[in-house]
C-alpha cells in the first residue's frame, strides 16, 4: 500500500540556515511518481517538484535542492540560506502510474519557521 | 485571473445544514479533485472525476457527494453537515494524457460547522 511519512511535524530554524525535510514512502510499484508542494501561511498550495522513479538524478533549483534516493524510499528536501519567505507546510506526496494518477496519497506535512 | 476558483472562501454554517462547495477551472484538464486538509493528517482524498461521466470515491467520501456538472467544473457536497466535517477544502486539478500528474490547486475553501 501507498504511504508517505514526514516525520518532522515542525521545525525551526534562523534565517541562512540551510534546512533538510524528510520524506519516506511506501510503495510496491516500480514506477511511481514523487512530489513536493509548498503551503504557504496564505493557505494555497504550490507545486515544487515532480521526480519520477526512474530518474534518480538530484536536482537543484535556485536555494531549494532535492535528493532522490530508491535504496532508503526517501526523497529529501533541502533549503539552503533559508528566508523567512521560506515559512510554510511543507508537503511530499506520491503517485503510482498504474492507478492512472487518481491516487495520490500526501504526507502529513511539515511546517517550517523561518527566523529572521 | 486564477486558473482554478473555490466558491465560497469561507463559509460557517451549522450542523444539519446542507453546503456545496464549488469549483471552476479554466485549465481545460479532464481530472479534478476534491480533498480536505486537516492538522496533523495532510490533504485526504474525498471524491475525483476523469471526466464529466465519470465520478469515483476517495478515501473518505462517506458523508460527501459530488456532481461533475461540465469538464470545467465539479461541486462537492455536504449532506447534513457535521462538526468533524470542519476543514479546508481543495479542488484540484490533472491532466489526463501520460503519467505527469502533477495537481493543480484552488484557493481552498475553510469550512467551519458549528
Known amino acids: 500500500a501507498q504511504k508517505v511519512t514526514q516525520a518532522q511535524t515542525e521545525i525551526s530554524v534562523v534565517e541562512k540556515e540551510d534546512v533538510t525535510l524528510d520524506c519516506v514512502y511506501e510503495?510496491?510499484?516500480?514506477?511511481?511518481?514523487l512530489f513536493w508542494y509548498k503551503q504557504p501561511p496564505s493557505g494555497e498550495l504550490v507545486f515544487l517538484i515532480r521526480?519520477?522513479?526512474?530518474?534518480?538524478q538530484n536536482e537543484i533549483s535556485g536555494r531549494y535542492s532535492w535528493n532522490f534516493q530508491k535504496s532508503t524510499s526517501s526523497f529529501n528536501f533541502t533549503i539552503t540560506a533559508s528566508q523567512v519567505v521560506d515559512s510554510a507546510v511543507y508537503f511530499c506526496a506520491l503517485s503510482e502510474s498504474n492507478t492512472g494518477g487518481f491516487k495520490t496519497i500526501f504526507g502529513a506535512g511539515t511546517r517550517l519557521f523561518v527566523k529572521a | 485571473d486564477a486558473d482554478v476558483t473555490q466558491t465560497p472562501r469561507n463559509r460557517i454554517t451549522k450542523t444539519g445544514k446542507r453546503i456545496m462547495l464549488e469549483c471552476s477551472q479554466t485549465k481545460g484538464h479532464d481530472r479534478m479533485y476534491w480533498y480536505r486538509q486537516d492538522p496533523g493528517l495532510g490533504l485526504r482524498l474525498i471524491y475525483y472525476?476523469?471526466?464529466?461521466?465519470?465520478?469515483n470515491k476517495g478515501e473518505i467520501s462517506d458523508g460527501y457527494s459530488v456532481s461533475r456538472q461540465a469538464q470545467a467544473k465539479f461541486s462537492l457536497s455536504l449532506e447534513s453537515a457535521i462538526p468533524n466535517q470542519t476543514a479546508l477544502y481543495f479542488c484540484?486539478?490533472?491532466?489526463?494524457?501520460?503519467?505527469?500528474?502533477?495537481?493543480?490547486f484552488g484557493p481552498g475553501t475553510r469550512l467551519t460547522v458549528l
Open positions: 472525476s476523469f471526466d464529466v461521466k465519470d465520478i
Open positions: 521526480r519520477n522513479s526512474f530518474d534518480e
Open positions: 484540484a486539478t490533472s491532466e489526463a494524457s501520460g503519467n505527469y500528474n502533477e495537481q493543480f
Open positions: 510503495t510496491r510499484d516500480t514506477t511511481y511518481y
